[in-house]
């Protein structure tokens, strides 16, 4: 495709489950990055790939998330033992280079509950 | 501290106003970016424009106008004859030199939620 896509699109779950969102970024682009927007807010950093190497996991907010590239396209964030205030619509987005303005998939809305 | 400010939460117009949307940022890098994004109802963020710190010149792309100002810290964005498809919400946001090792992760701002009536 084209664009940046995500799966899914909305994910409930009760908490204490564990979820897996997937981003597919745009074919060729070497930067990929995740971001948590909460509701009324900006969207916020969580962590920072280059090909498959993560380079920045800074603003993971715990331990509990945990991001993936295995093979430096498709990447995977996967929160464990979800709690309510991981709440929120997690953005993932890409670049050709890390300077390079970000193209946003449509976003994976996570309600805990 | 919020590196990026978008002082306007919410504005409202009727359709074929002008309309600025500022933004204030705060940096002590020498080289940075800035961009626009609009976060229209469906949730997507769309790429709007991308400025480097060494490019003051303002920019035009249709009925959308951008202002940089270094000596004001200042990136206002300017639509011109609003139209009801331009309400959503808009975002600024900087990326820094320091923050290579991040992939240059943006910072945005809170935004600003236009609403043009028509």
């Known amino acids: 495709g084209a664009g940046v896509s995500q799966s899914p699109r909305y994910k409930v779950a009760k908490r204490g489950q564990d979820v897996a969102l997937r981003c597919d970024p745009i074919?060729?682009?070497?930067?990929l990055f995740w971001y948590q927007q909460a509701l009324g807010q900006g969207p916020e950093f969580l962590t920072y790939f280059q090909n498959e190497a993560q380079l920045d996991k800074s603003g993971l907010p715990s331990d509990r998330f945990f991001a993936e590239r295995p093979e430096g396209s498709v990447s995977t964030l996967k929160i464990q033992r979800t709690q309510q205030e991981d709440s929120a619509v997690y953005l993932c987005?890409?670049?050709?280079?890390?300077?390079?303005?970000?193209?946003f998939g449509p976003g994976t809305r996570l309600t805990v509950l | 501290a919020q590196k990026v400010t978008q002082a306007q939460t919410e504005i409202s117009v009727v359709e074929k106003e002008d309309v600025t949307l500022d933004c204030v940022y705060e940096?002590?890098?020498?080289?940075?970016?800035l961009f626009w994004y609009k976060q229209p109802p469906s949730g997507e963020l769309v790429f709007l424009i991308r400025r480097n710190s060494f490019d003051e010149q303002n920019e035009i792309s249709g009925r959308y106008s951008w202002n940089f100002q270094k000596s004001t810290s200042s990136f206002n964005f300017t639509i011109t004859a609003s139209q009801v498809v331009d309400s959503a919400v808009y975002f600024c946001a900087l990326s820094e030199a320091r923050a290579s090792d991040s992939g240059y992760a943006l910072n945005f701002g809170k935004g600003t939620s236009l609403l043009v009536t028509p």
């Open positions: 987005a890409s670049s050709f280079r890390a300077y390079n303005e970000q193209f």
């Open positions: 940096t002590r890098d020498t080289t940075y970016y």
């Open positions: 074919s060729g682009h070497v930067s």
